[in-house]
């Protein structure tokens, strides 16, 4: 048998590895992020997690480039004399809360709807459906599970 000479590490070593959950559907799988300078440079599963055990599919693996669009919202904006203006999430919540009290308490809850994503986790949908059902007071929810 031969030796394998050990070889230059890769000027892609991470610094660090990072276990997340996928954000593109609701199943849960379990990535994990090589990181070096602040930028995911591969993504690969972690073999001993459910659900996926070390699969992924296309978009797990390779559809991460959104982190970096620059359009992507990295805070919450408020319209205010007709520009968007950057806002604190207290601030931003605070307003959407106020807005929705004043719309149900105008027009009744019929007149809200909430549409979830199929981004989110079944855990984050089921919320949502009671947000809708339990606070607000109304079925008017739909979900679009069309990637």
């Given at each position: 048998?031969?030796?394998?000479?050990?070889?230059?590490?890769?000027?892609?070593?991470?610094?660090?590895?990072?276990?997340?959950?996928?954000?593109?559907?609701?199943?849960?799988?379990?990535?994990?992020?090589?990181?070096?300078?602040?930028?995911?440079?591969?993504?690969?599963?972690?073999?001993?997690?459910?659900?996926?055990?070390?699969?992924?599919?296309?978009?797990?693996?390779?559809?991460?480039?959104?982190l970096w669009h620059p359009d992507r919202l990295t805070t919450p904006l408020?319209?205010?004399?007709?520009?968007?203006?950057?806002?604190?999430?207290?601030?931003?919540?605070?307003?959407?809360?106020?807005?929705?009290?004043?719309?149900?308490?105008?027009?009744?809850?019929?007149?809200?709807?909430l549409l979830c994503s199929a981004k989110c986790t079944n855990e984050e949908?089921?919320?949502?459906?009671?947000?809708?059902?339990?606070?607000?007071?109304?079925?008017?929810?739909?979900?679009?599970?069309?990637?």
């Amino acid at each position: 048998m031969t030796a394998i000479a050990p070889t230059q590490p890769s000027p892609l070593t991470a610094e660090r590895t990072v276990q997340t959950t996928c954000a593109y559907c609701g199943v849960g799988c379990q990535l994990q992020l090589h990181i070096k300078d602040n930028v995911v440079f591969r993504t690969d599963a972690p073999f001993n997690a459910p659900p996926n055990y070390g699969k992924l599919c296309v978009k797990g693996r390779f559809g991460h480039d959104y982190l970096w669009h620059p359009d992507r919202l990295t805070t919450p904006l408020i319209r205010r004399n007709g520009q968007l203006e950057p806002a604190s999430w207290d601030e931003a919540l605070s307003l959407v809360a106020e807005r929705l009290s004043t719309i149900k308490a105008e027009s009744g809850p019929d007149s809200i709807a909430l549409l979830c994503s199929a981004k989110c986790t079944n855990e984050e949908n089921y919320l949502m459906q009671k947000l809708a059902r339990q606070v607000i007071g109304t079925h008017n929810i739909d979900h679009c599970a069309r990637l």
